[in-house]
């Protein structure tokens, strides 16, 4: 058989039938529900042996819209002479006999659990995606109803930090070009489920000290690794009295919004000193000072302890 593409003039005088629709736009939306688990849910109880099915609901399965319609609607189960508990599906099914998609409801077997989906694909067949379980004890003439519903995801957008989607939908994605970070909205903030600086020199020049192993430091994921390095006295015996900025400076980007972090440094001679690495709501931002220590005499080494961490997003 030739190639073919469609809708096109030379296909079938541009008509487009019900399987070539499918294969064509099964994968422009996910199967399932619009809307999220926020949401008033489908199916609920209904009088007697039956389910309700709620207004103004839709969603698609396999390219086909579903439209619930204005008001609600009844679909009644099955009586259950079992002594055993049963559980059926409720369903949202495309059923190509006809093209139609549909509630219905997948009986279950008494004493069983929940009985398998179908998921036929081609042109013939039935598909299914799950709305609600509803489990009904022997005897009885009443359900229970457990939500399930499958619902339609949501795209990765690309944007820039400061062009993301101000109207964002539950569980929407974002990829930032000018950051290489990817964001999720939660329904109140963009949260960062993927980032990666790389090594970042955070040197900064001070006349007491000098440098001996480069600072840097690095952001994956939201999560803030430090290596200080370690830095020699240049200027002056500093007294165990005085604290001592030490130089390095932690980027905006990577200070903890509120809390002060603080490491250990070996000291030249045997001795342990504190260092606090100050937080974006300090008067010191992001500047890592020695703060408790014995006397430092000049030329001695401070060296520092790898791996502070903190998350920042």
């Given at each position: 058989m030739a190639e073919e593409s469609y809708?096109?003039?030379?296909?079938?005088?541009?008509?487009?039938t019900d399987d070539e629709h499918e294969l064509l736009a099964s994968r422009f939306s996910d199967d399932g529900i619009y809307g999220d688990p926020t949401d008033t849910q489908v199916i609920t109880a209904g009088t007697g042996l039956s389910v309700n099915v709620r207004p103004d609901a839709a969603g698609s399965?396999?390219?086909?819209?579903?439209?619930?319609?204005?008001t609600t609607t009844a679909v009644p189960l099955s009586a259950n002479i079992s002594s055993q508990p049963r559980i059926d599906w409720i369903v949202l099914r495309l059923d190509r006999s006809d093209w139609t998609v549909r509630v219905a409801v997948v009986g279950g077997t008494p004493g069983s659990g929940a009985p398998a989906l179908t998921q036929?694909?081609?042109?013939?067949g039935v598909y299914e995606i799950p709305l609600a379980q509803a489990r009904i004890?022997?005897?009885a003439s009443s359900v229970t109803v457990t939500r399930a519903e499958l619902y339609v995801g949501t795209r990765c957008r690309p944007a820039t930090s400061t062009t993301r989607n101000p109207n964002p939908?539950?569980?929407e994605e974002c990829?930032?070009?000018?950051?290489?970070?990817?964001?999720?909205w939660t329904g109140s903030a963009w949260k960062l489920v993927f980032d990666d600086t790389g090594d970042i020199e955070i040197s900064l020049l001070t006349p007491a000290w000098s440098i001996g192993v480069t600072p840097v430091i690095e952001r994956r994921n939201g999560i803030v690794c430090l290596r200080l390095g370690s830095f020699q006295r240049k200027?002056?015996?500093?007294?165990?009295?005085?604290?001592?900025?030490?130089?390095?400076?932690?980027?905006?980007?990577?200070?903890?919004r509120n809390r002060d972090q603080y490491a250990l440094a070996y000291i030249e001679g045997v001795s342990i000193g504190r260092i606090t690495i100050?937080?974006?709501?300090?008067?010191?931002?992001?500047?890592?000072?020695?703060?408790?220590?014995?006397?430092?005499?000049?030329?001695?080494?401070?060296?520092?302890?790898?791996?502070?961490?903190?998350?920042?997003?």
């Open positions: 809708p096109s003039p030379g296909h079938n005088s541009r008509a487009v399965v396999r390219g086909h819209g579903w439209y619930s319609g204005s036929q694909t081609g042109t013939t004890l022997g005897g939908r539950l569980g990829f930032e070009t000018d950051t290489g970070a990817k964001r999720i200027v002056g015996n500093l007294a165990g009295s005085s604290e001592s900025r030490l130089p390095a400076q932690i980027p905006s980007a990577f200070q903890h100050y937080s974006k709501a300090s008067d010191k931002p992001g500047q890592v000072w020695l703060v408790q220590h014995p006397t430092i005499p000049i030329g001695d080494y401070v060296l520092t302890q790898s791996g502070p961490s903190w998350v920042v997003d």
